[in-house]
């Protein structure tokens, strides 16, 4: 979006456009980066979303914890 008409004083004929792809660049470089994502324009909370092979890697991962901790525990009783 850019401002229509002539720029206010004091004020560099691109600053809005300037001011707008630094936004841009800076939320495609923290996305590159596997940083936070920006905050919601409608103030909702952003949830972490793991797809299918993820959720089944997690369970797999907790199900061999919890079994290696029953096994232990049984060799020790």
Do not use: C, H, K, W
């Not at 409608?42 to 919890?66: E, F, K, N, P």
């Amino acid at each position: 979006m850019t401002e229509s008409g002539p720029p206010r004083p004091g004020q560099n004929p691109g600053a809005a456009d300037d001011s707008r792809a630094e936004q841009v660049l800076s939320q495609a470089l923290r996305a590159m980066a596997g940083g936070q994502a920006a905050p919601s324009p409608t103030g909702g909370r952003a949830y972490l979303r793991l797809s299918t092979g993820q959720l089944l890697l997690l369970a797999a991962i907790v199900g061999l914890l919890i079994g290696g901790g029953a096994g232990l525990l049984s060799l020790l009783f």
